[in-house]
């Protein structure tokens, strides 16, 4: 069994709508059937007992080995803690070959599951040993390196509740919530809008205290200290036991509480000095340590949170009595988990020598011995759910206190007996201001209940209850994508939105290109929804970009499927078959919102038939208005859109909209069906887009289909009195659709310049010449700067093949070069003629005819 071109699929794809691992598997004949390996169900089960049923119940297909690797790959992460359970195993057209795809949470826990799952099987096969618990451990480990720690974890949860899209920006804690103007970005629990000059006054713990004390928060009294003698004179100020921490830190580091002495003092000013050479000297107030979080205006959660701590048995020693305590699931290394393993470190081991203990002393049945002066979680600490008790009075200080300092999210540090009542009655105060705060203590308290602060927290964010989201229409088909996706945009445009376009030329934000090249896929669609400028999206989503990641985006409010035809492409990425594109290109029609649109090609039956995948609505279009599809719908009361005469009708029930083809100057007053066609789609999404019919109308007679507009897309020039056409199309459907536009121009002589794409099948590339072999009476044929994988002369002679027999053709030519046979093309026209010139360099060609036409 060998693995190969493991590809990771990021959004939703041809399998599923989960994010998944695709692999391509081949099996010899006797791995076709596991059962042909004698003993290796038996020896994989040994070493993995967990694996669950190979062979479905009541189905009697073979198993394959790549089927056995699905399901261990899909096992292991799951019993990892991967919240997974989508895999699939599909046989190719090639004997042995399969495409195997397993669902992951994480991407790099997906793949490091995929070589574990493939070590798994073949030390079965082999029968040599497997570490199964180490093989679990590296998949766990690697998953909490990786995924979103538990504060922007919910944060995240709760957004996915609301329906807002996220992106990971980083490998951090770096998120971006909604697409492009709409959206929004967090990291942990801090947002983009907590000002750097906020944060830095919470992480100045002397500043806060100054703001806090002008505002009439209670706050302890102290102040920095120069050295450890400064530190005595503060302590004989105050005159009572002190805190003596680092002016700028966080998480309790260098904390030291209740100092009392000099020789404690001197002890807890060296430990503060190992984190900041600034420290502080301030009051210690008695009572219990409090954390209350502050959102926007309100506290929404407030936890106590106790030092951590052993209570003694009268048999094991302290250091038995932590690993106890540190074996309970909630507590891990870092902050993955609710709690984090008690440290026997160097301040806990101090704390002990304060109360004449040791790491080895057996303290007495039911003592507690504390191990740390600060509370924090992150050293140890447990918390308890205090949030039903809080005063008002100490939440409004709360609030005072993060509003004073400038945090939309606070977590407010106080000390006092009691949160039951205010905080002047009992000597309470606040002692600290923290940005970014941890949320764990919250979402998941060691005692109590727990609170859903990722939500307060992304209602923050979107107050308004909008989910993030501009508009998005994905357009996909063999032809017409790219003029759709443009005019699509326009029309977007004239209606004020500023708007994102990506297609095979490149990416443009309001008409301005930040991208050239092929940029029909999720990558450039991903910039676009990146882009804050952006307040609507239109995508060319070619088949290519679905099958190597998926699509950008979880779902769209348009799909358009132009077409199928014959198909494109086709023998690539084991996609053999029109049916099989038809399924690459309904991945966007499955992925439609539930409120959203489909627009399909009435008479195209593939493209017709993908209704029944949609989860929302579906807008038809045909050139004929009596097509039994659109005869059925218009009696039922649905939106169409068709030719009537001499203009495009958008109909719904008795609402019937027409538009004249005078008013839209890419169908040529109908004279070009395909450019009918694409109006008729762009017409379709804009209405489902609630685009008002003037601005519709607007966009349809102001979008030119020049060079410069849509270039290569049946561009016109006028040459010496004769018409040229530049167009990109390079298959059989693009081809007839041409060839019947140009049936309807007047022309003395025609003339065709032509190449072939070498990664088309042999049958394609013969078709297209088949063709225009019927409509021209000259045909020039030169060959591509880029073979494609083809040898020199190959295409050509595919392309001459394909003329054999031709009845209309005259004269053929074979060119070396496409600049040069555009050269000889043009210097042979007569005013009258019309020359179609198939172009392989877009821009370079386009640039060339037009400095030609100039030259004139």
């Avoid at 709409?182 to 992480?203: G, K, N, P, V, Y």
């Avoid at 002016?247 to 309790?252: E, F, I, L, Y």
């Avoid at 727990?450 to 308004?464: E, H, Q, S, T």
């Avoid at 109308?697 to 056409?725: H, K």
């Amino acid at each position: 069994m060998e693995v190969s071109r493991i590809r990771a699929l990021r959004g939703p794809n041809l399998w599923s709508r989960h994010t998944s691992i695709e692999a391509i598997v081949s099996c010899t004949p006797e791995e076709r059937s596991i059962d042909q390996i004698p003993g290796f169900e038996t020896r994989l089960r040994a070493r993995f007992p967990e694996l669950g049923l190979l062979h479905p119940t009541g189905h009697s297909e073979n198993i394959s080995l790549a089927h056995a690797l699905e399901f261990t790959a899909l096992g292991l992460q799951a019993q990892a803690g991967c919240p997974v359970t989508f895999s699939r195993t599909t046989a190719t057209v090639e004997p042995g070959i399969y495409q195997v795809t397993v669902e992951y949470s994480e991407e790099a826990v997906g793949r490091l599951a995929f070589e574990l799952a493939l070590a798994l099987c073949q030390s079965a096969i082999a029968d040599t040993a497997f570490e199964l618990a180490d093989a679990l451990a590296q998949l766990r480990d690697l998953d909490e390196d990786v995924r979103l720690g538990p504060s922007t974890g919910s944060i995240v949860e709760a957004a996915i509740v609301r329906n807002i899209p996220y992106r990971r920006l980083t490998d951090g804690s770096l998120v971006q919530f909604g697409w492009g103007s709409q959206q929004r970005r967090i990291q942990a629990a801090e947002t983009d809008l907590s000002s750097a000059i906020s944060e830095a006054i919470a992480q100045d713990k002397e500043l806060t205290k100054k703001l806090l004390d002008a505002a009439g928060v209670p706050v302890p009294r102290g102040r920095s200290v120069e050295d450890i003698d400064d530190a005595w004179v503060a302590m004989q100020e105050i005159a009572g036991p002190v805190v003596v921490k680092p002016r700028d830190g966080n998480q309790g580091k260098g904390v030291t509480v209740n100092v009392t002495t000099r020789e404690q003092l001197n002890a807890a000013y060296a430990t503060a000095a190992e984190f900041r050479d600034d420290v502080m000297i301030e009051s210690y107030l008695p009572g219990s340590d409090y954390r209350l979080l502050v959102v926007g205006s309100k506290v929404v959660a407030a936890a106590r949170r106790d030092p951590p701590s052993v209570i003694g048995d009268g048999v094991h020693t302290i250091r038995q009595l932590v690993d106890q305590v540190n074996t309970d699931p909630r507590r891990s290394s870092g902050h993955a988990t609710s709690l984090t393993k008690i440290r026997l470190d160097d301040i806990a081991l101090g704390r002990l020598a304060l109360q004449d203990l040791t790491a080895d002393s057996v303290p007495p049945k039911g003592k507690r011995v504390i191990l740390r002066n600060n509370a924090n979680l992150s050293t140890g600490g447990s918390a308890t759910d205090v949030t039903d008790d809080v005063h008002p009075e100490v939440a409004a200080r709360a609030v005072a206190a993060a509003q004073m300092v400038g945090l939309d999210i606070c977590g407010v540090d106080v000390v006092c007996d009691s949160v039951l009542k205010p905080l002047e009655e009992q000597s309470g105060g606040i002692v600290e201001c923290n940005a970014a705060p941890g949320l764990r203590m919250h979402l998941s308290p060691s005692f109590g209940k727990g609170r859903n602060v990722g939500k307060a927290i992304v209602n923050l964010v979107y107050p308004d209850g909008s989910d993030g989201r501009i508009p998005v229409v994905a357009v996909a088909g063999t032809n017409g994508k790219t003029t759709t996706v443009r005019l699509t945009a326009h029309i977007l445009g004239t209606s004020g939105k500023r708007v994102g376009m990506t297609n095979s030329d490149g990416v443009y934000v309001e008409g301005r290109c930040i991208d050239t090249g092929d940029c029909s896929g999720p990558r450039s669609a991903r910039n676009i929804l990146m882009h804050p400028d952006v307040d609507a999206a239109v995508f060319e989503t070619a088949r290519g970009g679905i099958l190597r990641e998926g699509l950008a985006f979880d779902r769209c409010d348009v799909a358009v499927v132009t077409n199928i035809g014959m198909g494109d492409h086709l023998g690539l990425n084991y996609i053999t078959t029109v049916e099989d594109l038809a399924v690459v290109k309904r991945v966007i029609v499955e992925n439609v919102a539930p409120d959203g649109t489909a627009v399909l090609n009435a008479e195209d039956p593939n493209v017709a038939s993908m209704a029944s995948v949609c989860p929302g609505s579906v807008t038809f279009f045909a050139f004929d208005a009596k097509h039994p599809i659109l005869s059925t719908r218009r009696a039922q009361g649905l939106r169409v859109v068709y030719v009537e005469k001499d203009a495009i009708v958008a109909a719904q029930g008795a609402q019937r909209i027409v538009i004249p083809f005078s008013g839209i100057p890419i169908t040529r007053d109908g004279k070009i069906r395909f450019q009918v066609e694409n109006a008729m789609a762009a017409i379709a999404a804009t209405w489902a887009l609630g685009i008002p019919w003037d601005t519709i109308r607007q966009g349809l007679a102001s979008f030119v289909n020049d060079a410069a507009t849509a270039p290569g897309r049946f561009n016109f020039f006028d040459y010496r009195g004769a018409t040229v056409i530049a167009d990109y199309g390079h298959n059989p459907d693009a081809i007839i659709a041409l060839v019947k536009a140009i049936e309807n121009l007047p022309a003395k002589r025609r003339s065709v310049v032509i190449s072939g794409a070498g990664d088309r099948r042999d049958e394609d590339i013969r078709s297209q010449t088949r063709i225009l072999g019927e409509a021209f009476d000259d045909v020039i044929l030169y060959q591509d700067a880029c073979q494609r994988g083809r040898a020199d002369g190959e295409v050509l002679g595919l392309l001459r093949e394909g003329l054999a027999g031709a009845n209309r053709v005259k004269a053929v030519d074979e060119i070396r070069g496409e600049f040069v046979a555009i050269d000889s093309a043009l210097g042979r026209l007569q005013p009258g003629d019309l020359c179609l010139i198939l172009i392989d360099q877009v821009e370079e060609a386009l640039a060339h005819i037009a400095k030609r036409v100039a030259e004139v």
